[in-house]
């Protein structure tokens, strides 16, 4: 059995840790917070054995040390951000598989948000952790990439089974709501979402993880080769431009 924690941190990230009953192994998935990562491992009786970091970022690699030194776990990377992640033992990129206990994964090249963001999707189970590449109704800024990597990026995810659940990495699900509104206002399939997603955010209660197949009706960005999205937002038979135009919109909305 394949146990996933999922625990707020920091001001609004989410911290994984990921646990194979019969290995005994449990892995960090980012380490944005080591001392909240450390209590919630302790507070099961889990031993932290690995770390896997989706892309550089303080916030997603800044408790791999502090971890690695009360553990002596084992740190995967992407290998495109490796002189930028401190104690990575492993590093991988699209294509490769790493393993918690028999449960595999496979890492996926999901660059755009930072050049060398990866994500890890578990066949088996139904799951990709994919950091900030995606979220609820968004994706991540595009601090490193360009359109067309980050497109290409988004593309990989949107070819996986729709019933994938996606565990990203912040619960911005509310904003991302409002934008999403904004840049597709008659889907109602988005309507129906956002009043879910008030009512979950009222009452104290996450948003995450997203199933593919809701995001892939809803979430403008995976949306940009949709026929009446490139029209809508001026750039009819280009994802690439439309997907440019719309995440340049979000950044200042």
Known sequence: MLEVHQFPCLSDNYGYLLH????????????????????????????????????????????NLAIKAVTGCRITAPAADAGRIEGADCLVGQGDVVYLGDWRATVLDVGGHTSGHIAYYLPDSGMA?????????????????????????????????????LYCAHEYTASNARFALHADPDNRELQLYAEEITRRRNNGLPTVPAKLERELKTNPFLRADDADMQRRWGYPGDPVATFAALRLAKDTF
């Open 129 to 165: 952790f994919v950091g900030d590449a995606v979220f609820a109704l968004g994706c991540g800024r595009m601090f490193e990439g360009d359109p067309d990597q980050f497109w290409t990026s988004l593309k990989r995810l949107k070819a996986l089974p729709a019933e994938t659940m």
């Open 20 to 63: 194979d009953a019969d290995s005994q192994e449990t892995v960090c998935i980012d380490t944005p917070d080591a001392d909240e990562y450390l209590r919630q491992a302790a507070e099961r009786g889990w031993q932290i054995t690995q770390i896997w970091n989706t892309h550089w970022h303080p916030d997603h690699a800044g408790g």
